[in-house]
């Protein structure tokens, strides 16, 4: 089993910065992808960025040019440098990883920007 581990959420103002970090554990080996997710109140969840094994990264069209998805191999740690957050970027995100067809998802960290 994998276990992901979040953290660096918190309150940030509107134009400031913001990491997030996301550190897997247990059965590593053949995760092929990993990102984070939000879930805004009210909303459906939806991608925010990911990463492949292979380093390859998509971002969702709301966050291009403002978020950026990197990952540590040594440290099996991906992270989420969210600079120049917005009001509208206020959710619980959540880190996963897919290791062939499962995901595990962490346990969610909110993120408040405040305008």
């Known amino acids: 089993q994998v276990q992901l581990v979040e953290s660096g959420g918190g309150l940030v103002q509107a134009g400031g910065s913001l990491r997030l970090s996301c550190a897997a554990s247990g059965s590593i080996t053949s995760i092929n992808h990993m990102g984070w997710y939000r879930q805004a109140p009210g909303k459906q969840r939806e991608l925010v960025a990911g990463?492949?094994?292979?380093?390859?990264?998509n971002y969702a069209d709301s966050v291009k040019g403002r978020f950026t998805i990197s990952r540590d191999v040594a440290k099996n740690t991906v992270y989420l440098e969210m600079d120049s957050p917005k009001p509208e970027d206020t959710a619980v995100y959540y880190c996963y990883a897919r290791k062939l067809v499962i995901i595990t998802w962490g346990q969610g960290t909110q993120v408040t920007v405040s305008s």
């Open positions: 990463i492949t094994g292979g380093g390859s990264t």
